[in-house]
């Protein structure tokens, strides 16, 4: 017999190698890796070694291997002694490559079967080691994770039980919850129905009994939060309340965006606005993210001046260094990145995060700033220096060539979790698309960036930059900007070169001397102010128009209904609120010029204060006229139209309608008609609707009925301000709005809409509203019954030619019958009646009634009692 023998497949490689990684020390070791797939994971914060147990990483003996061995981290500690196995291996190593930091395999097994070995990496963290003088900067702020968040409902929570009627309000962000008892979730006494939910702290149902539960979380990015209710809830996060879709009654949803630490606190009602002595309460979080940390960018370039290119920390601006890195952490701006000195100079790198962050960071009187590019608010802009033609010298501007400007923009970033380059999806600029003819595209690389959220934000910000035209301009001027620096805002006012008023920034500026007294200074627009920016029109010979703002031809003061009150006052101020109170919003459309208007009310007899300044109402004219249910209409003559959000509220005439869809480029819009405390009513064409819902001011005073309020509205430049005395006031009487019981919807006559005649018995139908349940949803007329609210009736009032016919009060339910006695000209009314008071608007309807036939002749007589008979 033969004998056996093993056969050689391969070799394993037993290597011996040492890495630089980067300049040391470090934070932590997070991950080595071999050929992208994870060897070890773990956290090691200090010198020393990681034994790595993965001979099947590559498939093992049968395929490529894997590694079995001892790693050496050296973290770069100025001090660090010589590595033993270096020594025994290589020799002295003189140098201890102290100030670098090491990673090195000491000749376990790394592969087999493959003459060429996969590569090694490995992810470190540096945050807080490695600083000027082993001293972290601002360490509160240096650190910005990233990280997935789930929470199931039954987590821990902070919570309070309140009695029937209690007002307090617990939403605020800076309440302190720390004296709360503590318990999983839900909380309640009854599970909600056809739910697998359980109970985690017990809390008896009583009708009109609050539970309140609050939480801090840490998360950037979109959260969605499930909430469990029985029966009202209420949702706020960091004391801004939020708008839940309701999904069943008692399961509704919500999506925030979230950066940073903030609260989350819910209110839940029991019996409120229906239900039996049952009550729930529970939220359930998820978020998604990446599971890593990004360092502040303002610590990187803090660090970059004072670490690596040895400026002194008294040269730093602390108060603008400061404030960058706050606005940075809020916006959950961290990067990863490194410096690699054979590859790029430290003002590369330096430029590299600047351009990435949009900042600027300058030396100016022998000290450091960085100032974030951000978008400025109007009062910001007010406060802005100006340079105007008596400043300039010389004047010069770069052409603007809108041939070639990106409209199609997608960010590639770095992934470090999969060790890979990702790009986002492609944002679009249409309207450039359109103007351009074609999509120009350009994909934005920022391997700094290392989750998706913030890439995608990025690329937003990047296609309004590139998508939108600029102007840039090469002066000379007198000694007016000595003091300014690269990135500072300014307004242009020069009217000579067809520019009225125009924010811009400072791209660079060489304050000469002394002695020549001219300052060069380039400046381009800045276009996160498009909104007040104004052109000039017209030939440069034309004089310049007057800088006093044009008289607002379209303005409207109102009292403010109560579904706007409820989306902006919590929960318990809603409840507190008394019957008589009220308050006002004024809303005005941009004349030919303004930057906005301010805002001065007055009670009737007393004196005009001045609230504030605000900016305009987004309007347009309705083309088409409107029956009770039309819905689609063409808008002609829009203002600022791109400011109107989908689902927000707009005032048409004296009826509330919900915007449902709008298309800026054809006009088509559609509205959801006779919602909040309106009804839908009859419109002519050509009528002007305002979308105030964003866009309304108010002085915040509290009104009492019958109170007689009026208001001016000064349109405003970045100068001026129409005068007082040129404004005509507009006035409202306050009549208890946001108190009133909401009108009846979905009204019908004999099943129609809008009858022109009916024979025989009037039956008129509706559909019950609930303000309180609604709180601030806006719900369509044509909508099914919501609520009713509490102790609500109806009122319905018939007239036969003007006289009143029939009145029936106390009616439930959503139906009521009137038995016309003759004929003529009828009028039905309806409104909804509680605590004695009526609802702010009632359903009308206008119809004939009777069976008249008229003679051959047409002719028709009346008798005593005109009545309507027949000529025979």
Known sequence: MGSSKKQTVSYWYHPFFQLALHEGPFDKLLKIRGGDVDAWVGELTASGSITVDAPNLWGGDEKEGGIQGTFDVMFGEMDAEPNVFFQTAMGPDPSNHNGVALLQFNSGRYGAGNPYPKAISVLTERIYEGWLDDVCWYPEKAKIVFESFDLPYDGIWAYQVEAPGSTADYSSADYDHSGWATGPGGFGSNVPPGSTLAIGTFVGGLIGRAVWIRREITFFGELTLAVFHDDGAWLWVDGVPVEMESLQYFHSRATVNVLGKVTVALKVLDGIPAGSTNIFAGIAMEGQGSEFIGMNPAHVIYDSLTNLQGEPIASIDEASFTAAADRLYLEGFGICTKYNHAQETIEQFRQRILDLIGAECSRYNGRWYLDLIRELSPAEIDALPILTDDDILDWQEDPTNRDDAVNQVAVKWFDPDTKQSRITPHVHALAAINTLGCVNPEVREYPEVPYEALANRLALRDLHNKSTPTRRFNQTTNRKPYNWRKGHAF???????????????????????????????????????????????????????????????????FEAPYVELAGVLSAGDLAALDADAGFILATGVKPGNGQGYALLTRPVGGEFERIGTFDWCPSAIVVEGAGYTDTGFTLAGGSLLARVEVGTAALWGSELVRVVALDLVTGAAEFGRGVGDTVAVKHAPGERIYFFDAWAATDQVEYATAETVEAKLLPRTGTQERPAEDVTALEVTLGQRAARPYPPAKFRINGLSDPEAVVGDVVATWAHRDRVAQADQLFDAEVDSV?????????????????????????TGTTATWVPEGAGLARVEVVAVRDGLESWQAQVREFSVGAPLLAEDDSVVTTETDQPIIME
């Open 787 to 811: 609520g009713p609210e509490a102790g609500t009736t109806y009122t319905l009032r018939a007239y036969l030619n003007d006289a009143l016919a029939d009145e029936q009060t106390g009616i």
């Open 491 to 557: 307004r242009l006012q020069s009217p000579k070169r067809g520019i009225a008023d125009m924010v811009c920034r400072v791209a660079d500026i060489d304050r000469g001397t002394l002695q020549s007294g001219a300052i060069r200074l380039v400046a381009v627009q800045d276009i996160f102010a498009m909104p007040a920016t104004v052109y000039v029109t017209g030939e440069p010979s034309v004089p310049a128009p007057s800088p006093i703002p044009e008289p607002m031809a379209h303005q409207v003061l």
